[in-house]
């Protein structure tokens, strides 16, 4: 029998308290009561981690600052500790048919474990090698969702929400793109280095001058080094997803011997809020990047959401952004690139933090 819980609380860390009073700052207390929270937080934030305390800092000064004309909602940070779950992953995906290939490729095939400002979410726990330093494999615990609607603006939103209930180490957009034609096929799965924000720009009386934004990837290349997509564990895991892919997601012109290729660290993603259907854009795009070969409308949005963490974006190729498009593709496309994320994850992933076995602690 389960002893109760008692419904006292314990003790906040200190890291918890900081994250409490950044939250409730941003909702604008006044008076008296801003000023006992900037108080404990001057006296309590010397002991947190830098990483931990950067980002705090820039949330109790932005709480200061009135909205710039143009700027972007302001974040929010997470609430008080008892409505925050921690995981080691977030795979944020954006099409009802993305969250059911996800699910698919995780095994989960329940409802969700919870449901937060009614959006469902799910957990699993991946088996983890850390790199083979893991022995036995160690635990990762995953957190996933669905965005629900396309548009960079929806995928920021729907990040900076699920904030206020999770903190992941990683956080992982899912999912399908269109590809450029030539250079990727149907199928293949690409995890994009940069994120190209193609809209910005000047318009003149006789022309649009373009001033794209640019998000790189950052500091999980250095972990995707390690990953090779040619490797025979990820050939063997993909070839099984397609063999078991049920008739009614099964492509009518898949090739019997089709092998995904899979790209990890040279590739570009366009994003903006066009949907690709006149099959020139794309091209356009490219001839200006020439690693530019996939295109979306939510990559920026959620790379801008995440650029205080690390991230990955996980792209299948589903169509070519042309009138011949279809839909035919778009679950074997989202279930190549969790499965290519998954592998990563399981074999290659070491999480912030990870004591390595037989190491010291004073050791360099």
């Not at 083979?132 to 996933?144: F, H, R, S």
């Not at 939103?157 to 096929?185: K, Q, S």
């Not at 003149?204 to 001033?211: I, K």
């Not at 089709?258 to 490219?286: C, I, N, Q, Y």
Request: aromatic residues 8%.
């Amino acid at each position: 029998m389960t002893t109760p819980r008692s419904p006292r609380r314990q003790r906040e860390r200190a890291e918890e308290s900081m994250a409490s009073i950044a939250h409730f700052l941003l909702r604008d207390p006044e008076g008296i009561q801003r000023i006992l929270m900037m108080r404990d937080y001057a006296s309590r934030a010397a002991t947190l981690p830098a990483r931990d305390r950067a980002g705090l800092d820039v949330a109790v000064i932005e709480s200061f600052l009135p909205p710039m004309p143009g700027s972007a909602p302001p974040r929010r940070h997470p609430a008080p500790a008892e409505e925050v779950q921690e995981v080691d992953v977030f795979i944020l995906t954006v099409q009802p048919i993305e969250l059911q290939a996800t699910l698919a490729a995780l095994g989960i095939d329940g409802g969700p474990d919870a449901v937060r400002r009614d959006r469902p979410y799910y957990h699993k726990k991946l088996a983890c090698t850390a790199a083979g330093l893991a022995v036995p494999p160690a635990e990762l615990t995953v957190a996933v969702t669905a965005i629900g609607e396309a548009y960079g603006l929806y995928a920021q939103h729907a990040v900076d929400e699920i904030t206020t209930f999770y903190r992941a180490n990683v956080w992982i957009l899912a999912g399908m793109a269109a590809g450029l034609p030539g250079h990727t096929r149907k199928g293949d799965v690409h995890l994009p280095k940069t994120v190209w924000w193609y809209e910005p720009g000047r318009l003149t009386v006789d022309r649009f001058e373009p001033r794209p934004e640019v998000a790189s990837r950052g500091p999980m290349n250095l972990q995707l080094m390690r990953f090779d997509p040619t490797g025979a564990k990820l050939h063997d895991r993909l070839a099984s997803a397609i063999a078991e892919l049920p008739g009614r997601h099964r492509p009518a012109d898949l090739p019997a011997d089709f092998e995904p290729r899979v790209s990890v660290l040279s590739d570009a993603v366009a994003s903006g809020d066009k949907l690709l259907r006149d099959g020139t854009h794309l091209l356009t795009l490219h001839e200006s990047n020439q690693r530019i070969v996939l295109g979306d409308q939510e990559s920026y949005g959620f790379a801008f959401a995440c650029r205080d963490v690390d991230w990955m974006i996980a792209r299948g190729v589903a169509d070519f952004g042309d009138q011949e498009k279809d839909s035919s593709y778009q679950y074997l496309a989202t279930l190549l690139a969790v499965h290519t994320v998954l592998e990563f994850l399981e074999s290659i992933y070491i999480p912030p933090g990870f004591a390595i076995p037989g190491r010291l602690d004073d050791q360099p």
